[in-house]
């Protein structure tokens, strides 16, 4: 076949878990042709993952899966951490309202999950799913990725080529091993015991909605486990103990064992109990030219904060739009560059936040446990430190390079009215960059000149408005999330990226003529155009 006949997809995928099902979507509503290659001809039909935070939830949304979500999910309940005791010793209030509106997280039963992704995927016919196909090898050259793929069932091989190619093939990516990154080790390793299991009708048990009970004898773990067909699951998670064979976990009498302080035989019914080991790894390099990671294959973090799905479909948001400017013609391939450099600094500190709850949980020297009971009754204890922000890469900086205030903090949502309508902010204005402005007073200061340069760029332009939105840049901030953030911030006005995260913010027309200025010449260093598009 000759090269110029030959088809070459936009992006090729290997992987077909939830980051590389997300990713594939984000690509397609982008116009982008996706093949996803994965080994095994069903996908796994066990959970693993139990939830996904407000951000997740609004990115999801806003790639058309808002009305399904409900059916999939529901709002977690307070997630409080017990000594031995049942003395509190931490409370983390996921149940409480979020900067993107609605709860901090939602519980998931991640198969059913995958389900509503996968019918998404098959809704677009520029993604071509490939079940029971292997990628043998890996390759690429100044124009393309290539891989060649083994159909598992026939053991006929092809070539397939593609623009980019990304992994997303989990823990043991052979996607990262040819890129050639080696894996930071940080240093958490435990084993542990997860059962999922099933109330049965009628039963309701007589356990905390969700906690951690950090009890030197076991360790152990009580979290919801999402929502399938109306009925609600539960998990278990039980550390090995010093001295312990992993066998011995392994079985299900030994589950009903470790379950009976909780949970009877006659109550409810195992979905499953495996043996997995908790560690704390992330990919030292994220990109070799056109291949790059996504997922468990650029990070693996303890489950303490929920967050390895999370961040995983963190990398999908941030690479498809940057992803899309490339491929589109609109940026050159620099652009990728900030995906690794943005996006592995945040994975970081997350892997350190899970980590440092993992430590409290998993003692179990009695005498040690004493000691970490005490830091927290005496509040001596060294805080957990904060849910990370961008730290760098494409936002606003200054003249030594230093990341400006506001800049890299994530963006509010909220419910807006604008001309006339009613509804979500995302849903009313879409995502492009956007320059929200305090009051009617400072837009109006703003020149047309710098409005127009913003355009442009693809972006848009609002302020927020008490009570008029009959004009087309005005929005009603119906439930204040914008003001608020706004106000504690000290922002006048802020120009937030694609992805809903602050590029930079000001406190003056004349500030935001710099703001706008900055954004122009950081995008045109990486050749963008709005007029590029192929």
Not at 16 to 21: D, I, L, N, Q, W
Request: with cysteine.
């Amino acid at each position: 076949m000759n090269m110029k006949d030959e088809v070459i997809y936009d992006v090729i995928q290997v992987g077909y878990g939830p980051v590389s099902e997300i990713l594939a979507i984000m690509l397609a509503r982008q116009g982008h042709s996706v093949a996803v290659f994965e080994r095994w001809t069903e996908r796994f039909p066990l959970p693993r993952a139990v939830c996904i935070d407000h951000e997740i939830y609004r990115v999801l949304s806003a790639i058309g899966l808002r009305d399904e979500l409900p059916e999939v999910s529901h709002p977690a309940p307070l997630y409080k951490w017990f000594n031995a005791e049942w003395k509190e010793l931490l409370s983390i209030d996921w149940a409480a309202e979020s900067i993107s509106g609605g709860p901090e997280v939602h519980f998931v039963h991640q198969p059913t999950m995958e389900a509503m992704f996968d019918k998404a995927v098959r809704q677009y016919e520029n993604i071509d799913v490939n079940l029971g196909s292997e990628v043998m090898e890996i390759s690429q050259t100044d124009e393309y990725a290539e891989v060649v793929v083994k159909n598992v069932e026939t053991g006929a091989t092809r070539i397939v080529r593609g623009r980019y190619l990304i992994g997303a093939d989990g823990a043991n990516s052979k996607v990262r091993a040819v890129i050639g990154s080696q894996q930071e080790d940080r240093g958490f390793e435990a084993d542990w015991l997860v059962i999922d299991l099933m109330p049965n009708d009628g039963v309701t048990l007589d356990v905390p909605a969700a906690a951690q009970y950090c009890n030197p004898a076991r360790p152990t773990t009580i979290v919801p486990a999402g929502v399938r067909d109306g009925k609600y699951y539960r998990r278990w998670e039980f550390m090995r103990m010093p001295g312990e064979a992993r066998e011995q976990l392994e079985s299900e009498e030994m589950a009903w064992k470790l379950l009976e302080p909780w949970v009877k035989p006659d109550q409810a019914v195992i979905v499953r109990h495996k043996v997995y080991t908790f560690r704390s790894l992330i990919a030292k390099n994220w990109r070799n030219k056109r291949l790059l990671i996504a997922g468990d294959a650029a990070h693996v973090m303890p489950p303490f904060m929920g967050q390895g799905m999370c961040a995983g479909l963190r990398d999908d948001w941030n690479l498809a739009w940057k992803l899309h400017l490339v491929l589109s013609g609109q940026a050159d391939e620099g652009l990728l560059d900030t995906y690794e450099t943005e996006r592995r600094p945040h994975a970081s500190d997350i892997v350190d936040l899970s980590m440092y709850l993992g430590k409290v949980i998993c003692v179990p020297d009695p005498e040690a446990a004493a000691r970490r009971d005490k830091s927290f009754f005496d509040k001596t204890v060294t805080p957990p430190p904060p849910f990370p922000s961008l730290i760098a890469g494409l936002l606003d900086k200054d003249i030594s390079g230093a990341i400006r205030p506001g800049a890299g903090l994530l963006g509010p949502h909220g419910t807006v009215r604008h001309l006339g309508v009613v509804g979500r902010y995302d849903d009313l204005l879409g995502q492009a960059f956007a320059l929200v402005v305090r009051d009617a007073e400072l837009f109006s200061a703003i020149s047309k000149n710098d409005l127009e340069k913003l355009h442009s760029l693809g972006g848009v332009a609002v302020h927020l408005s008490k009570e008029d939105d009959s004009v087309g840049h005005a929005i009603v901030d119906l439930d204040g999330k914008f003001s608020s953030f706004m106000d504690s911030q000290s922002m006048k006005a802020m120009l937030v990226r694609p992805d809903f995260y602050v590029y930079g913010s000001a406190l003056t027309s004349t500030d935001v003529s710099g703001l706008i200025g900055r954004l122009d010449n950081d995008l045109k260093g990486y050749g963008y155009s709005k007029g590029n598009e192929r």
